[in-house]
């Protein structure tokens, strides 16, 4: 269930070409475009539909005009789930971006030892995160765990019993999790850097500190955007992790927004407020990609090799 | 020459976002993932499909009950798929509301039965019982209350009586040279202090699972002002919860929880994963309130724990000045089938003869009392004897038998919509996020929903 969307790759499309190239592309894009609006749009129309009635989930769908989004926008839960989805997001970024950065740039050096080691960094994008939570909520077991077995008070806290401990928790696992994967985008991002800029610095005298703010960090730009927005996006759709994990406890201090839909949709029978939640989620999701896509500049293909 | 990509990757980024939002969408209506598995109600002529509880000891007993009857009759056939609690009871309801369910619905009756039945998702079975006076005759009476909306009975009481037990460890008990409390006052007073001064937790619970925390509210209300306090709320009474004796209750919890009476860290433990059980067994707690079912899990899981005599257990203490009467016990009557009412009228003939026969044959009652449960079947006290677990089953018999009020569990009587409610703020309490009062205001919200 987690979107883990292929960079986008750019088809360079020269205005010149004739009309009939072009619309063979756009044949070829409709396979996945039926899929999109098979799997995509269609159930997106659906849950808003459905955040206009009441329903239980087993009855008949009852039309009931604004009752769900009252309910919804009126519960104390949703701020609070909007706060704790916000932190999730913000926090993960904040431990993810500098860590994938600074491991891709060490892994794209052609070295026999970071290849191997790129290999070990890999292996958590490999587990489910069902199975990544089942295991950090036994490692992390106030009374079995890690803590309790090797005699470390220090490990010993009660992790996932206190709500900040267990935000940073779920903030950690998930980084653990997906820092690989950016890991690999920025290490690709990192062997396009031409080494002719690099050549040319330090010519110049520049240190490696210097060639890493002045030339790859400038040129990993666009990396950082798409990379971002992975991130953001994707973190508005973290359920299995933390269901597993905290279940949105304790009480709701980690309660995001796709936990609290399921809850409404699934637990309380409320099929209505929860395609409410649902329909909230797309926005912030669509508000959230369009505004990174906005912080990235206007022309994007732009070269981002003059000089080079 | 540059103003055809811009539009292209705003529309890849807004195709991601919608991916993303698309992907929480599809988990939202593709609940039921396996409910292929149980395939419609079962097509064919004489087969009928069977969802239940996965983990011991009931799943073997259920499992082996439909070996029987295949093995009896080779023209019908029962297929049956297990789940862990927590998870079947949202996959049933989704899997129901698809039309996916299965043949036969095993369930805890009240609230949950009521929406079934609101949407006529399961047959009425009041009539085929009354033809059936015999078998009727044969299940505890008190059993069929959960079973029963608007004085009709949709659902057939099956395997045991299950009522909420204070279990403790005799030797943690024994080594700390204490006794077994005799009153509300004797734990927090006595029992908590001393425990936790010798490094042992009082209670061990399982309290991220929520339903765990709810059995001591249960019990509180009940010593303390009887049960009448929660059949207002059952019955829908306007501000039902706002009897002073639920504040009273609450705050009684908060003030155990203050004073540390639970394990540390019992808010992420699960009940389900038996890891609560496990720190009575392992001795890192003395007392826990629990399902009799737990009996046989610690039986299967504790080693020689519970066959050395190490378990102890008894029905939950009076509260002092309280108005309850202390024989009254909570927890299930008993377990319940349904009946599909969109399954195919052979499935359904395949179901009610499983019923019928296997499901109240003597197999099937050697096998619950072997597991450590009673079964809702009259006067199978007196097999109670030769079993190994003589002592614990009599306890649970007696307890059922002689309870003025068996009450059913809160958050199977409620409604779903109710129940989840219940929880949350349960949950909440325990975690000291809210006062009693927040309680009491949040809950009165939902009564009669």
Not at chain 1, 150 to 169: E, K, M, S, T, Y
Not at chain 2, 121 to 148: C, M, R
Request: hydrophobic fraction near 45%.
């Amino acid at each position: 269930m987690t979107t883990l969307a292929p960079p986008v790759a750019q088809v360079k499309e020269s205005a010149g070409q004739a009309g009939g190239r072009s619309g063979a592309v756009a044949w070829m894009a409709l396979p996945a475009l039926l899929m999109f609006v098979a799997f995509g749009v269609v159930p997106l129309l659906g849950v808003l539909a459905l955040s206009f009635t009441t329903w239980d989930g087993i009855g008949d769908i009852q039309p009931s005009g604004l009752t769900s989004w009252r309910a919804t926008l009126s519960d104390p839960g949703l701020p609070h789930a909007l706060w704790v989805t916000f932190l999730v997001m913000a926090l993960s970024w904040v431990a993810q971006t500098p860590l994938s950065i600074l491991i891709g740039v060490f892994l794209a050096a052609h070295k026999r030892y970071r290849g191997f080691l790129a290999v070990l960094y890999f292996i958590p994008l490999l587990l489910s995160s069902a199975a990544i939570s089942i295991t950090y909520k036994a490692l992390l077991d106030p009374n079995f765990g890690l803590g309790a077995g090797l005699g470390i008070p220090l490990l010993a806290q009660d992790w996932l019993g206190r709500g900040n401990l267990a935000l940073g928790v779920v903030v950690f696992v998930v980084s653990w999790q997906f820092i690989p994967f950016h890991s690999l985008i920025y290490q690709g991002a990192v062997r396009q850097i031409p080494t002719s800029m690099y050549e040319a610095a330090q010519i110049d005298g520049a240190g490696r500190v210097r060639q890493f703010l002045s030339i790859t960090l400038p040129q990993l730009k666009y990396t950082i955007i798409t990379s971002s927005t992975l991130m953001v996006v994707g973190s508005l759709t973290f359920f299995d992790l933390i269901f597993v994990l905290t279940a949105g406890g304790p009480g709701d201090a980690t309660r995001v927004l796709a936990l609290s839909m399921y809850q409404q949709g699934f637990q309380a029978n409320l099929m209505g407020p929860a395609s409410a939640i649902a329909v909230i989620l797309v926005l912030v999701g669509l508000a959230l990609a369009l505004l990174l896509n906005r912080i990235g500049g206007g022309s994007s293909s732009q070269s981002q090799l003059e000089g080079a | 020459m540059e103003r055809m990509p811009i539009s292209r990757r705003n529309f890849l980024n807004l195709a991601i976002g919608a991916g993303a939002a698309a992907g929480l969408a599809a988990c939202g209506s593709s609940g039921p993932g396996s409910g292929s598995g149980g395939s419609g109600s079962g097509n064919a002529a004489g087969a009928a499909t069977y969802w239940s509880l996965s983990g011991p000891p009931g799943e073997p007993i259920r499992k082996a009950a439909i070996d029987r009857f295949n093995a009896a009759n080779p023209d019908s056939k029962i297929t049956p798929t297990f789940f862990q609690n927590d998870a079947y009871k949202q996959k049933i309801k989704t899997s129901i509301g698809a039309g996916e369910g299965p043949t036969m619905i095993w369930g805890w009756g009240g609230g949950g039965l009521k929406t079934y039945v609101e949407a006529n998702q399961v047959e009425d079975l009041t009539g085929w019982l009354n033809e059936n006076a015999a078998l009727k005759d044969k299940i505890f009476p008190s059993s069929f209350g959960a079973a029963t909306v608007n004085d009709k009975i949709y659902a057939m009481p099956i395997e045991t009586v299950q009522p909420i037990v204070l279990f403790y460890n005799k030797q943690v008990f024994e080594k700390a040279g204490l006794q077994p409390p005799q009153s509300w006052g004797d734990i927090v007073d006595n029992l908590v202090p001393k425990f936790n001064a010798a490094g042992i937790a009082p209670f061990s619970l399982g309290g991220q699972s929520r339903w765990t925390n709810m059995m001591w509210l249960e019990f509180l209300l009940d010593r303390t002002a009887g049960s009448e306090v929660f059949d207002k709320v059952f019955a829908g009474e306007a501000n039902a919860w706002s009897d002073p004796a639920v504040l009273d209750m609450l705050t009684k919890v908060q003030n155990l929880v203050k004073a540390n009476g639970f394990i540390k860290g019992f808010s992420s433990i699960t009940a389900d994963s038996n890891a609560d059980q496990a720190l009575l067994y392992t001795g890192r707690a003395a007392m826990m309130l629990h399902g009799s079912w737990s009996y046989g899990i610690q039986q299967s899981e504790g080693g020689d724990f519970v066959k050395s005599g190490g378990l102890g257990w008894m029905n939950f203490p009076p509260v002092e000045g309280g108005k309850g009467d202390p024989s009254n016990t909570v927890g299930n009557p008993g377990q319940y089938l349904s009946i599909s009412s969109k399954a195919t009228p052979e499935a359904k003939e395949v179901a009610k003869k499983f019923f019928s026969t296997t499901l109240v044959d003597d197999a099937e009652i050697d096998g619950w009392i072997k597991s450590g449960g009673v079964p809702i079947i009259k006067g199978s006290d007196a097999k109670l004897g030769a079993s190994p677990d003589a002592e614990f089953l009599k306890f649970v018999y007696d307890t059922s038998a002689n309870a003025k009020v068996f009450a059913q569990s809160w958050d199977q009587a409620l409604s779903p919509t109710a129940a989840e409610t219940l929880l949350d703020n349960i949950a909440k309490l325990f975690q000291l996020q809210i006062t009693p009062q927040q309680w009491v205001d949040s809950m009165n919200g939902v009564i009669g929903k």
